[in-house]
């Protein structure tokens, strides 16, 4: 939260505009002091490479569909020239050239023309932003790690593509929902789930992992909270231990939960989810992307936690 | 230990009914006490007197998942209970599938995964998985039959492939079934490559080898069949002997090499396509289990191919119970344990009996 806080000044004091460049090299936790002699247009990403744009990119590409929805979110779809093969939403994404995902197209890529390729940190290989840097297209690299993290990313993208003014008012959204979702489980009692990624064999998210952080914000627990990894194959013997009292299944656009997967779950009939048929379904693209739509994801994962709570009150959108 | 291992080594050449029927005896009295040492332990802490239990309710016929188990017992009786039994049967066919190849492909590397049937299976499993089809199928996982079928349709492939004047020569089998499996793996990357990250997850987990808890009618279907084919396996075991003597000798012995050889080359990819489809490719059991157990008893294959089978069983439930445990409440895939534990183990058997390889 301190980083938080701090980058958020760190913006803050970039704005001021004081444009002598100072040279010096230092790592954005020590960001104060050298950060209020940057000029407004540079910029620190999560990978702690600092670069500089003298206007706003025009030929954006983006290699994460979170990053497409932020950008068409802050109303700069038109500067987006490039997107993943993923890159689905809004729907004006899938006009867009298409450049591969994890292992993109670098030929593609660079007959694009981009002045900015935005990545997220994980799944894209090394040696693909090595080669963007060889060939001086800037990268900037977006590290997941929070909630927070995510509508500050939106801010930063929304400075550097010029349109920051439509992009606060977008953090500002969000944050405002996300903080009424958390006002609202408040002081309820926890509810016990497991967040089913896969069901044979099991595999579930941990501690570390984004969506537990959700699921925590969304008034849960969950059960694979003694898990050292992030994305573990859970023991079906500690499931039936824990007791989850709701399974959320994230499921695609089309399908929903198959209905012999349902059955492989309720033959364990002595689990209370089981019992109380509080087996449920959840896009998985809301939870999965780091991106815009992660409000409307939570929603609905409070919702689905706390049934009673949201039926009168659901905060528009 | 070593010199009652060292006495049966040395007593390899003779089979006698008495030393077969001590060295069964006796890994079957093992192959039991390490069943129960492995229902004993797991991600939760039930142990020994819910074992007990748990085997008594289910003597007496008490139906599994009624309100009055406790989830402890439920835990036993439907997770642990099936999935150690799996372990010890899938461990126990690889072993057994490993035996025979080495012996009908006369090389030493030879394991369940080698002729692409596994491969076949791996495949249909990932279509299954790609088209997000469901997960039963009249009781039966639709996950295995879709492994199943895979394989059966590589084992046509492979069988015609190497097939030459209605003679299966060994080189073309293992060929044919070396490409195969080099083609169809691509098919398998292929598909892992369109899919979403976070759905090839799945695939991924069950490409790496797994075993799951499974129902007991699944179980149940499952052991018939490994238990069918370990019993015409067992048949042949003296075919096989003859086999490894080379072709030209085994025919001068009035063998019928070609039956032989195509009743076995079918059995065991029968079997590989089975053991894949619950298990995905769990590997090292196959390969090195024959290997150690040929090391310490010797290569009569009458004795070799039963002893091979109870030892892999105990290795691979073993090895599952430290994949279920050690970083408890998550498990880590079954094959890293199995070369972990496996290779540094035969690696001293190699050191030990060099002599004796083959």
């Known amino acids: 939260m301190g980083i938080l806080v701090l980058a958020m000044a760190a913006f803050a004091n970039a704005d001021d505009g004081t444009s002598s460049m100072a040279r010096r090299q230092q790592g954005i936790l020590t960001g104060m002091p050298f950060m209020a002699n940057v000029s407004a247009r540079a910029y620190v990403d999560d990978a702690g490479r600092r670069m500089y744009f003298a206007k706003p990119p025009a030929r954006i590409v983006s290699l994460a569909p979170s990053i497409t929805e932020m950008l068409f979110a802050m109303e700069a779809g038109a500067q987006l020239v490039g997107v993943t093969d993923f890159c689905d939403y809004p729907p004006e994404a899938l006009t867009k050239p298409k450049v591969g995902y994890s292992n993109p197209n670098l030929e593609t890529l660079v007959a694009l023309q981009p002045d900015l390729v935005v990545t997220p940190h994980d799944f894209l290989k090394p040696d693909v932003i090595v080669k963007l840097e060889q060939l001086k297209i800037p990268v900037f690299i977006l590290a997941d790690k929070n909630v927070e993290g995510i509508f500050v990313h939106i801010q930063t993208l929304g400075r550097i593509v010029g349109h920051s003014a439509k992009a606060d008012t977008v953090a500002m959204q969000l944050r405002h929902q996300v903080a009424t979702i958390q006002q609202r489980v408040q002081g309820m009692a926890p509810v016990r789930m497991l967040y089913v990624l896969n069901s044979q064999p099991l595999i579930t998210v941990g501690p570390g992992s984004f969506i537990d952080q959700l699921i925590g914000m969304a008034g849960g627990v969950n059960i694979a909270a003694k898990s050292v ?89 | 230990m070593a010199d009652i291992v060292a006495s049966w080594a040395q007593a390899g050449a003779v089979l006698t009914v008495q030393r077969w029927v001590v060295v069964i005896g006796g890994l079957l009295l093992a192959s039991l006490a390490v069943l129960v040492l492995c229902l004993q332990f797991g991600a939760t802490s039930v142990g020994m007197g819910t074992v007990a239990t748990a085997i008594a309710r289910l003597l007496r016929g008490d139906e599994a998942g009624s309100p009055s188990l406790a989830t402890s017992e439920i835990i036993m009786v439907q997770i642990r209970f099936p999935r150690v039994l799996m372990g010890f049967l899938v461990g126990a066919s690889l072993a057994a599938v490993g035996v025979t190849l080495q012996a009908l492909l006369r090389n030493p590397l030879a394991d369940p995964y080698v002729l692409g049937v596994s491969s076949g299976s791996a495949l249909g499993v990932s279509v299954a998985i ?71 997850a799945g695939l991924m987990a069950w490409l790496m080898g797994s075993l799951t808890a499974p129902g007991y009618p699944a179980l149940g279907v499952f052991l018939m069949y490994v238990v069918l084919v370990l019993g015409v396996l067992m048949h042949k075991a003296q075919s096989l002997n003859v086999l490894t003597l080379g ?23 029968l079997l590989t396509g089975a053991i894949v489809s619950v298990s995905g490719m769990i590997g090292f059991v196959g390969m090195v289990v024959p290997h150690a157990v040929r090391l310490l008893i010797g290569s009569d294959h009458r004795l070799l191919l039963p002893a091979s089978a109870l030892v892999g069983g105990m290795f691979l439930s073993l090895a599952d119970t430290i994949a279920r445990t050690i970083m408890s409440p998550a498990e880590i895939p079954v094959g890293i344990v199995t070369a972990l534990a496996g290779g540094p183990f035969f690696l001293y058997l190699l050191l030990w009996r060099k002599d004796r390889m083959l």
């Open chain 2, 247 to 269: 072709e030209e000798t085994a025919r001068s012995l009035g063998v019928e090499t070609e039956g032989v050889k195509k009743q076995l080359f079918v059995l065991t990819a």
């Open chain 1, 229 to 317: 990894t992030p994305y573990p194959r859970l023991s079906m013997e500690s499931v039936l231990q824990e007791d989850p009292e709701v399974l959320v299944f994230p499921v695609g656009k089309a399908e929903g939960i198959s209905e012999s997967e349902q059955q492989t779950w309720r033959q364990w009939s002595t689990m209370t989810a089981v019992k109380r048929s509080r087996l449920h379904q959840i896009s998985a693209d809301w939870l999965n992307r780091p991106g815009p739509r992660i409000a409307q994801g939570l929603e609905s994962l409070a919702a689905i936690l706390h049934p009673d709570n949201t039926s009168g009150n659901r905060t528009e959108r």
């Open chain 2, 130 to 200: 790609l088209f997000g089809l469901g997960s039963t199928f009249m009781l039966l996982p639709v996950l295995p039959l879709f492994g199943f079928a895979g394989g059966l349709l590589s084992l046509v492939l492979i069988y015609r492939l190497a097939q030459s004047k209605g003679r299966l020569p060994v080189h073309s089998l293992l060929l044919a079934g070396v490409i195969l499996n080099a083609i169809l793996t691509a098919f398998i990357m292929f598909i892992t490559s369109i899919m979403e990250p976070n759905r090839s």
